[in-house]
């Protein structure tokens, strides 16, 4: 796994918890979490986030949607979000994206807890 990755991740959550504690009261580090990854992964999709269309059936039919983005978050955390991105767009899938957003964000948070740098 890319540690750069990981201490960026982890220092965008500091910035953001310290800016949503100076307005509203704390949120969960998850929560944050998921924003730093969604900013991170809008900055490279090809499409608007309105032009989302669901195809979570094509990978049903296929039977292969969970096996996708396990292997992508694999990427993700070996070769870094920006390599697991470029594979996901390759299938001209958005809900995949959408999906791999929501699987990172678990795994990320509990590398960053691990790690002890959240």
Known sequence: MEF?????????IKEKEQIKEKIEKPIDKKEILK??????INESLPFK?????EKKEDFKKENIYEEKINELV????????????KKARQMKNPYLIDKLHDKLAEKYYQVLKDRKLI
């Open 4 to 12: 750069k990755e990981i201490e960026k991740i982890a220092s965008l």
């Open 49 to 53: 986030k309105e032009r989302v269309i």
């Open 74 to 85: 694999d990427l993700a955390l070996e070769k870094g979000i920006t390599q697991a991105l």
């Open 35 to 40: 924003e730093v990854l969604e900013e991170k």
